[in-house]
């Protein structure tokens, strides 16, 4: 099985539980994740700790946050060199939209015999720019909007 295809789910549950997750979720909204750590660590009941790289705590953060208000979260292997198909996926897009932004440099491949690759870091960099654009693109609107009335 390749890297890409290893999933695991998390429903979240009802009860002692959930107030639980939630307890966390509140805790580390309260406590936010600085890099390269927070200093945080994590201790097994028989005393033993390990310290808990912030990225890790980031993670934990979206999952508790997730689970506190009853939606399931799944966790998924990604592979740090992408097809096209799976950086498609992963972008939101079809497969036909991501090649003509391939064709553009729009985003950086290199070629494996006849098949594109991408760097997952890449792929990532371009959904963070996306992200950044269209939030600049909806506050210009909002302040238009607001010129208005």
Do not use: C, W
Not at 61 to 88: F, I, K, N, Y
């Amino acid at each position: 099985m390749s890297p890409t295809a290893m999933t695991t789910s998390v429903m979240p549950s009802e009860g002692t539980e959930r107030r639980q997750v939630a307890a966390v979720e509140r805790f580390l909204r309260r406590h936010p994740v600085e890099a390269p750590t927070a200093g945080a660590r994590l201790v097994s009941p028989n005393g033993e700790e390990v310290e808990l790289p912030a990225q890790l705590l980031d993670v934990l953060r979206h999952a508790s946050a997730l689970l506190a208000r009853g939606d399931g979260v799944a966790v998924s292997a990604v592979a740090r060199e992408l097809s096209t198909t799976e950086a498609a996926k992963l972008l939101g897009m079809s497969r036909p939209t991501l090649v003509r932004l391939l064709d553009t440099a729009a985003i950086p491949s290199h070629r494996v015999g006849s098949h594109r690759r991408l760097l997952l870091s890449d792929v990532l960099a371009f959904r963070q720019r996306q992200m950044q654009e269209r939030r600049k693109s909806y506050e210009a609107l909002m302040l238009e909007s607001d010129a208005r009335i």
